[in-house]
């Protein structure tokens, strides 16, 4: 029987993320202030994003190669992570420039790593039912922190280096929980040796293999439309002649912590009904969105930020079940190891779109910028329609596909 002290770790560990991750979009959210206080190019201002992504990577690649995740305590590891994010992001208060900024970002990319997908393993350990829900819970957190750096820049009157410094601290406080009061639960994984084979297995294994291509279409959309639908929605409002102010960072704020409540649905919905049946519904609608919401650029406002939020809550509402479908069908000695990786390549994706959207934008407009990342979601429609039809999928909620 599980430990019925589940649901505080659950609640603790969501915390966590929530303080962890404000650093990851900190500079983003910070965009129209760095323009003028550095002088910031649009390219520059979308690599002091893409670096965040390629610092991931190659922090995940790293832990994956050495399973980190399998042989070193998740909250270890988490603690660690939150302490280098914490102190790369608090120096950009300090950068002049770009020239710096980027290296500090493409940094707390790289300590990142070492927080959410430890932080999955962990939770794991609490749940052999309800996993689903309980990884849901875990990628809404992260989304939040991801969202609330909007949030806080949407206030106005503060200082830019405020927003970077406060999620610092932020950041260090999450440390401090996972290292130092959440524990492992009753289920741990078996313990493994060091064996950096073990991560081909996301290549070598066919179950493994098909869920990782879900999850490497849903990356090929979701960041990119997290990065740019502040730029968006202050062009859309531009267009009809309504001022922005802090319209568009409190609207981006809503599209993107909406998809808290979609990755808690989407662990419901892939417990009870389904993780591969969940992840082809969600993809579906998400990649409708993508390819319809230009069309909206120029009409009304409300018309637009009513189809942001379905994307934004459909977008990541399967992200979890990815990640769940890793834990069910990946050697269990290896399971951390193989979800870094997993999260590796899909965040190297994630480069390229949040590269792409804005040259699309100058080519044919916002009308038809989003259509990009349709070939994402429908890469992972068709990956799930075929595990679903495997024997595999015996494996996957508890029976349930």
């Keep these: 029987m599980e430990d019925t002290g589940r649901w505080q770790a659950l609640g603790l560990l969501a915390l966590v993320l929530i303080l962890a991750m404000t650093t990851w979009f900190s500079a983003s959210a910070v965009v129209p202030q760095l323009r003028t206080d550095w002088n910031l190019s649009d390219s520059s201002a979308a690599w002091l994003t893409i670096a965040v992504q390629l610092g991931f990577v190659v922090g ?53 790593a070492g927080v959410y997908p430890p932080a999955l393993k962990l939770m794991s350990t609490w749940f052999t039912t309800g996993r689903g829900v309980a990884l849901g819970v875990l990628v809404g957190a992260l989304t939040v922190g991801s969202a609330t750096p909007h949030l806080v820049n949407g206030l106005g009157g503060l200082d830019w280096r405020v927003v970077i410094y406060a999620t610092s601290i932020l950041t260090l406080s999450g440390g401090f929980i996972a290292g130092f009061i959440v524990r492992e639960g009753p289920n741990p994984f078996p313990k493994a040796v060091f064996a950096p084979r073990r991560a081909a297995a996301i290549f070598t294994d066919r179950g493994v293999r098909l869920a990782s291509f879900g999850y490497f279409g849903h990356m090929w959309e979701l960041y990119a439309m997290w990065a740019w639908f502040l730029v968006f929605y202050s062009d859309a409002l531009a267009q009809v002649g309504v001022t922005s102010g ?19 649905a989407g662990g419901v919905l892939g417990d009870r009904w389904g993780r591969t049946k969940t992840t082809a519904l ?12 230009g069309l909206l650029f120029g009409g009304p406002a409300w018309m637009i930020l009513v189809v942001g939020l379905i994307w934004g809550f459909t977008v990541v509402a399967d992200s979890a079940q990815f990640s769940t479908m890793c834990t069910e069908l990946a050697d269990q000695s290896y399971v951390g190891t193989v ?10 994706l994630t480069v390229a779109t949040i590269w792409l959207v804005p040259l699309a934008e100058t080519l044919v407009g916002w009308q038809f910028a989003f259509v990009l990342l349709v070939p994402g979601p429908l890469l992972g429609l068709v990956a799930m329609l075929r595990l679903k039809s495997l024997p595999e999928a015996r494996k ?5 596909g």
């Design 282 to 293: 969600m993809m579906s609608v998400s990649g409708a969105c993508a390819l319809f919401i």
């Design 60 to 112: 995940a690649v790293v832990s994956s190669l050495f399973n980190l995740a399998d042989i070193v305590p998740p909250r270890y590891v988490i603690f660690g992570g939150t302490a280098g994010a914490a102190l790369a992001n608090g120096l950009l208060g300090f950068a002049s420039g770009a020239a710096a900024g980027i290296p500090l970002r493409f940094a707390t990319g790289f300590f990142l």
């Design 396 to 400: 996957i909620a508890r029976g349930r």
């Design 246 to 264: 802090s319209t568009a960072a409190y609207a981006t704020f809503a599209v993107i912590c909406i998809g808290a409540l979609g990755c808690v």
């Design 339 to 348: 979800l870094t990786l997993q999260l590796a390549l899909g965040f190297t």
